[in-house]
């Protein structure tokens, strides 16, 4: 168990609509890191939060958002979902010269 | 921008045969970090190297850091089917502590 939550496990919708996917960081830890994982491909840095703020900035689409509240818990935001946005969305927490801690992921499928 | 690559990017290999990844950045490391997702998974911390020339060993596997500190090794002694997972490196973005840039990727599958 790395200490990391991520709600829901499994989200299937279609395109067009929007989700929002949740992570609770590990005790202690203020960075929260979002990462897109597509069918055996590897994992594509989407953004970070440090303490709610936002520290750095991936490849991550406008349609894409993400914040991180002040009990750090953080939700990614994903509208106008397409067919390619189908894929295993990752968070972790840790960082800054220190081992990264993976939630279970949320696997979005789109229809 | 900095790309992490990483080879080869599928292995399969009788149990008992040793394995290697190797993984080479294009711009010099402060550190290289090393994780293993297991199919299904998600990726799960193995090491950290910092220095230059670092050889470090977990049970069977020995984890090398380059001398130039843009490339690193994983090498499994013996391996097990338990070994059966995409293996990944990851160094700091440059100027920054806490942004990853992940390999490619290895995937190591391991049959008796």
């Known amino acids: 168990d790395s200490g990391v939550t991520q709600t829901p496990k499994h989200l299937i919708t279609a395109t067009g609509q929007r989700v929002t996917l949740r992570c609770s960081p590990r005790s202690g830890d203020l960075s929260v890191y979002w990462y897109q994982q597509s069918l055996d491909q590897g994992l594509q840095f989407l953004i970070q939060y440090y303490n709610g703020e936002e520290r750095a900035k991936g490849n991550i689409l406008e349609r894409f958002s993400a914040q991180q509240f002040p009990d750090l818990h953080s939700e990614l935001n994903l509208s106008s979902l397409e067919l390619g946005d189908s894929a295993l969305y990752f968070c972790?927490?840790?960082?800054?010269?220190?081992?990264?801690?993976f939630g279970d992921g949320t696997r979005l499928s789109i229809l | 921008g900095q790309q992490v690559m990483q080879i080869p990017q599928y292995q399969h290999v009788q149990e008992g045969e040793d394995f290697t990844t190797y993984c080479n950045s294009s711009t010099t490391l402060s550190n290289i970090q090393w994780y293993k997702q297991r199919p299904g998974g998600h990726p799960v911390f193995l090491i950290q190297l910092v220095k230059s020339g670092e050889v470090k060993k977990q049970k069977r596997l020995t984890f090398q850091f380059g001398e130039a500190k843009k490339n690193s090794s994983l090498h499994i002694t013996a391996t097990q089917t338990t070994d059966v997972g995409t293996y990944f490196c990851?160094?700091?973005?440059?100027?920054?502590?806490?942004?990853?840039?992940f390999g490619t990727g290895t995937r190591l599958q391991v049959t008796l």
């Open positions: 990851a160094g700091p973005v440059a100027g920054t502590a806490s942004k990853l840039t």
């Open positions: 972790a927490s840790g960082g800054n010269n220190q081992p990264q801690h």
